[in-house]
């Protein structure tokens, strides 16, 4: 299907932010990735930093840039956060755990929503909060359908391993247990965009004396439920 605008500049810089998508990208694989000049990729990709729509990361690769957050929170057409909520707290009710959605911004996955267990031990992630992409269970579900290279990017220095994520990928699940903090366990599963590709991870956390050292046995299920539904939202939202 053409997706031309007949607007080249703006169909060119709309296909640079289409490769952002799937997180941080060198200049190189972005010309890989629009099939554009590297000149022009170039000099699109600086102008886009400019107007903060695009931004660098401490590596010198481009990443989808804070502004693109401002403009989705500002038109409340933050799809994925709109179905977040009621989601989260059949998840959270269902489980007993607190719940949340994480996204990946550059080298760390953002809580962009959560449901707090209301009382009693639970671990605490605010909306807001970054975490590392190299531990825990979100983590190892927002990279484990990466492409080969970024897949091997990922693992550098993880406190998880590639027979892991080809776990996590078999089973649709990622779980771990005191990877990001001791005594800490967690349960993800994917959350779909409309293309298929993998734009969030839908999560459980609390302490391990109440998930167990096999959380997943417990609550993957439901945890993949949760995933089902918000991509499920999704698609149906971008009808």
Do not use: Y
């Not at 660098?56 to 933050?78: H, N, P, T, Y």
């Not at 707290?89 to 080298?107: H, N, P, V, Y």
């Not at 962009?112 to 992630?125: C, H, K, M, N, Q």
């Not at 990877?179 to 993800?188: C, I, L």
Request: glycine share 10%.
């Amino acid at each position: 299907m053409d997706n031309s605008s007949g607007v080249g500049v703006i169909d060119k810089a709309a296909h640079v932010l289409d490769a952002l998508e799937a997180g941080p990208t060198t200049l190189a694989q972005l010309v890989a990735a629009t099939g554009l000049a590297r000149p022009t990729v170039h000099r699109l990709a600086l102008a886009l930093v400019h107007h903060r729509l695009v931004s660098r990361d401490i590596q010198g690769r481009f990443v989808l840039g804070s502004r693109l957050v401002e403009l989705a929170s500002a038109a409340g057409e933050d799809r994925l956060i709109a179905s977040a909520g009621p989601v989260l707290m059949q998840l959270r009710d269902a489980t007993g755990e607190s719940a949340q959605i994480f996204r990946r911004q550059g080298e760390w996955r953002v809580c962009v929503a959560s449901a707090e267990r209301p009382i009693g031990l639970r671990d605490t992630i605010p909306v807001g909060t970054q975490l590392s992409m190299k531990a825990g269970s979100a983590a190892q579900v927002l990279l484990a359908w990466e492409d080969h290279d970024r897949l091997l990017e990922g693992l550098q220095s993880a406190r998880f391993t590639p027979t892991v994520l080809a776990g996590v990928r078999r089973r649709g699940w990622g779980q771990s247990l005191g990877e990001r903090e001791p005594g800490v366990a967690s349960v993800s599963a994917p959350v779909r965009g409309p293309s298929g590709r993998v734009i969030a991870a839908v999560s459980i956390s609390g302490p391990i004396e109440r998930l167990t050292r096999q959380p997943g046995r417990l609550h993957a299920e439901v945890v993949c439920n949760a995933g089902r539904i918000l991509t499920d939202a999704l698609r149906k939202n971008n009808d």
